[in-house]
């Protein structure tokens, strides 16, 4: 009985429809850009707080990316994600890498929001002057020009008779990434 039991949570998880839904919070070198659209909209102080930190050659970028979890409605059962190890690609350069370790219940037919906090330093992945750093992270939270955001995650799902790993890393992206079609 236990055996179709965890067979069904396996069944259930691997339906789940896991997307990048978008990305929130985003601190660049400690500036928000949560009110700026380009640039030429970044003030005084803020300008000279970001041209500090690349003269220091570094630029550190801090936000959160939030998967959306569907688990479809026929399912019937709930699906529980233990851990998301994961790997974000930006521009197809694989960047950095984390797990998210909560628990999170993936009811049938409610889309599910699953926060992941990450950071990294820019200056690190990507060459270019000030403008063009702030514009990729400006693409990262939906202005500007389109960036190609990927997670590879392997998802762990608790079971009956403990947690089971995806066998292979699943891609997740985003359907509509500034109006335009990202391939999955």
């Known amino acids: 009985m236990s055996g179709c039991q965890t067979l069904r949570e396996v069944s259930n998880l691997r339906q789940v429809d896991f997307r990048l839904d978008r990305v929130s919070d985003a601190r660049l070198a400690g500036v928000s850009l949560r009110n700026v659209d380009s640039y030429d909209d970044i003030g005084a102080a803020d300008m000279l707080r970001l041209s500090s930190a690349i003269a220091d050659g570094q630029m550190p970028l801090a936000f959160t990316v939030h998967v959306a979890a569907q688990n479809p409605s026929e399912n019937g059962q709930n699906a529980r994600l233990t851990e998301l190890d994961w790997r ?7 960047t950095i890498a984390g797990k998210f370790d909560r628990e999170v219940v ?6 599910t929001d699953i926060p992941i906090s990450m ?24 202005e500007g020009e389109p960036t190609n955001v ?9 079971t009956a008779i403990g947690p089971i790993r995806y066998p292979n890393e699943i891609m997740i992206v985003n359907e509509d990434v500034n109006s335009e079609t990202v391939d999955r």
Not at 88 to 94: N, T, V
Not at 120 to 139: K, Q, S, T
Not at 152 to 157: D, F
């Open 88 to 94: 974000l690609f930006l521009d197809d350069k694989e």
């Open 106 to 111: 993936i009811p049938p037919g409610e889309p």
């Open 119 to 142: 950071e990294l330093d820019l200056v690190d992945f990507f060459d270019g002057n000030l403008r063009e750093i702030v514009n990729l992270a400006l693409a990262l939270g939906g």
């Open 150 to 158: 990927k997670l590879r995650a392997r998802p762990t799902i608790q």
